[in-house]
């Protein structure tokens, strides 16, 4: 009688531990369509395996069980362009309630932690393309304009503008949940097709970070394998690059640049030999250059007397928008040149610039011994010169 209820209550135990590994997703789809199919399919490093399938009904409610052995990721799927991602973890309960058209921005989802963390910063991603959308609309309708040009700075700067806050709220989400497998979908949004939000060529620190954090958590979990494997040959390829470029040659020359200042003098780089130089490359139009600007005046004010100079190279469109940005900034005190030629400027080959703000801090020589410092790197380096 009593192996008889030891067998039960193992039974009992082991039945138990099954049914918390069957994970259970139930919703409604507003608005359905018939004759439509909805697909539950599990995501893994290398494949999309269906794993269930049903018709949607006329009241657009649907339900999945499936057995989740640890946090997986799953695509609720009705085609190629209307999916949400979900992170599924054993026994989990997910309710949602989302519009048939619009799966990737559910109206409602719980019961699923990493799930929700996704879609709640999906909808951030939304917002922002909504506000894209509408800079778009309104270049299309003011075709023409005699003060179109105009127009296309600002709203080109307005774009910049809401793209460099969906990059830093991104950073800052993968910090606050950086022990989550969600951080390594939001890793890789893109804000269109082909058009990251966090670019592993300057943000690599990022996907080092989330590798980093779950790597020693899930060692075994296909995407985390590839994640790890994806940073460390970015690494490799952005070390050899940066071994190809300038910012590699320690000690080098930096290569000679003379372009006019907006009095229209020209002044040469190698002008400033016998000084230590901060070679800047920025644009009035650039959100994180503009940021920074406040760090290069603490600097400037604090070592020029001591032989500190700043040499600051805009890749601004226009001359205004250029002299503006240097008056709002208060920027006067220093170097400044331009040919004011956008991305077509002399500099960019020259200095092989793909993004700004870059710098590159020069000894009384000219040649390079620091590059991209900024904020307190900056000062830290500038003290250990002078202090």
Sequence with gaps: MIRKLIICLICSVLLSACGKKKAEITGILEQPRSGVFLFLQELSDNDLTTVDSLLIPEDGSFEFRTKVKSPSFYLLKINQNNFLTMLIGPGEKIKMTSHFDSLNYPVLVNGSEGTELMARYNRVVLSTIRKLRQISETHDKNL????????????????????????????????????????IVILNSQIS???RI??????????????????????????VISLHN???????????????????????????IALPTPEGDTIRLS??????????????WCPPCRRENPSLVRAYNTYHERGFEIYQVSLDKTREAWIKGIADDRLEKWIHVSDVKYWNSVVVPL???????????????????????????????????FD
């Design 144 to 183: 023409g304009r005699p003060d179109f040009a105009s127009l296309v700075d600002s709203l080109e700067n307005a774009g910049n503008v809401h793209l460099s806050e969906l990059n830093s709220f991104t950073k800052k989400y993968i910090d606050d949940n950086i022990n989550s497998l969600a951080t």
């Design 193 to 195: 097709p082909g058009v």
């Design 198 to 223: 966090i670019n592993p060529e300057y943000d690599l620190e990022y996907f080092s970070k989330v590798d980093s954090s779950l790597f020693s958590k899930y060692p075994e979990n296909g995407l």
């Design 230 to 256: 994806m940073v460390k040959d970015m690494k490799a390829l952005y070390e050899n690059k940066r071994l190809n470029s300038h910012e590699g040659e320690a000690g080098a020359i930096a290569p000679d």
């Design 271 to 284: 002008s400033t030999r016998g000084k230590y130089v901060l070679l800047d490359f920025w644009a009035a």
């Design 351 to 385: 200095y092989g610039i793909e993004s700004i703000p870059a710098s590159y801090l020069l000894d009384t020589e000219g040649r390079i011994i620091a590059t991209n410092r900024r904020g307190d790197a900056l000062q830290r380096k500038l003290a250990e010169l």
